[in-house]
């Protein structure tokens, strides 16, 4: 049976493409990439804040202490030095103008990695990129990171407006309105819309309405959900809307933080 791992990453460090055309072999799975999101290799995050971050988020007073931590996160795109304390002080630098040619370059020769074109509108001359791959036969859909880029609802409404065929489109939401989000994926109620991490930061604040969205899915890789968040979306959502991904090559990890092949044989 095929099926599609909808959310890996492309890391020039990590990313195994002798592995991936393995497991599309054995497993007849095939992959939609996203360009490398850091400068260098993502460095691995605290455990410790993984394990508090779904406890924080649930809980209504806690998230609003949350959203203001997350604002003092960066400076210039990169990570302040005293968060490099939960990296073991490495760097860590966003790249905010996604190289989706690099990509599209890489897996020319590979027939089971499509891609999405990620874009940044809030970078001059995102739309020129967005309408000059647009209809390149590697690209599946449209991805919009609202918490990487910080996209307010005005910019995220002009790429889908520019979304002519309606192509899927993957989103990572950020601290936001709810209600303008939502607002969003009903008016653009003719497009697919996966919605990343398990709705992170929002969770079930979010979760009884988007399962209404007959064109709404949601997405359920992510170390920013635990065990417990995952089996509430499996209770709540229809199960024809839950999307499978890896967010390759930063989870499923095995101690010499090689992708475990042995997650396709129990999924």
């Known amino acids: 049976m095929k099926f599609y791992d909808a959310h890996i990453y492309y890391d020039d460090l990590r990313t195994d493409f002798n592995q991936l055309e393995n497991l599309n072999k054995k497993y007849q799975c095939e992959f939609i990439i996203s360009p490398q999101c850091t400068i260098q ?15 924080l988020l649930s809980n209504k007073f806690l998230y609003y ?16 030095f005293f968060w490099k304390i939960f990296t073991g002080f490495k760097n860590y630098h966003k790249i905010t ?4 040619n690099e990509v599209l370059n890489i897996i020319a020769k590979y027939h089971f990695i499509k891609s999405w ?5 809030t970078e001059e001359d995102s739309l020129k990129e967005f309408e000059r791959l647009y209809n390149h036969p590697k690209i599946v859909g449209i991805k919009l990171h609202n918490y990487w880029h910080n996209l307010g609802e005005n910019e995220i409404n002009i790429i889908l407006e520019n979304n002519k065929k309606n192509k899927p489109v993957y989103v990572i939401l950020k601290y936001q309105n709810v209600e303008k989000i939502l607002d969003l994926l009903r008016k653009f109620n003719n497009t697919k819309f996966i919605i990343g991490y398990g709705g992170f930061p929002h969770y079930g604040r979010i979760w009884d309405e988007i399962n209404k969205l007959k064109n709404v899915y949601i997405d359920v890789a992510s170390k920013h959900l635990n065990k417990k968040l995952i089996n509430k979306i499996f209770e709540k959502f229809d199960k024809n809307k839950i999307i499978f991904s890896s967010d390759y090559p930063y989870n499923f990890q095995d101690q010499k933080k090689i992708f475990i092949s042995a997650f396709f044989e129990k999924n």
């Open 97 to 100: 103008i996604p190289n989706n």
């Open 41 to 55: 290799s993502e460095p691995e995050k605290s455990n410790l804040m993984y394990f508090l971050q779904p406890y």
């Open 117 to 121: 074109l990620w874009i940044n509108p």
């Open 65 to 80: 202490i949350a959203m203001v931590i997350s604002k003092t996160f960066y400076k210039q795109n990169k990570l302040k």
